[in-house]
């Protein structure tokens, strides 16, 4: 592959993301709303260590290049982006 192919696939993985993260915030607006409704606190700390930990777990069998602490900062900023 050349580099306009790689860039193409990086154009798609992107796009791919995209979807992924409306999705799950979607999701994540979903859980606020029911929170709401049941006159529950929209923020869980046990459950917002718990998804990070899950994920670096995940990451961390999959022996790829992302390092854990930029998982874990993307993911508090989805927390954050979400509440």
């Known amino acids: 592959m050349d580099l306009s192919d ?3 696939r ?3 993985i992107d796009r791919q ?8 915030m979607h999701c994540a ?8 409704a049941a006159g529950k606190p929209i923020r869980d700390p046990e459950r917002e260590r718990d998804v990070i930990a899950k994920t ?7 022996q790829g290049p992302v390092k854990d602490e930029a998982l874990e900062k993307l993911y508090w900023l989805l ?4 509440t």
Request: net charge neutral.
């Open 6 to 8: 790689w860039r193409e």
């Open 10 to 12: 990086i154009d798609g």
């Open 29 to 36: 607006q979903e859980v606020g709303r029911i929170k709401k």
């Open 17 to 24: 993301m995209i979807d992924l993260l409306n999705e799950r």
């Open 56 to 62: 670096k777990a995940y990451n961390q069998g999959l």
């Open 79 to 82: 927390i954050e982006l979400t």
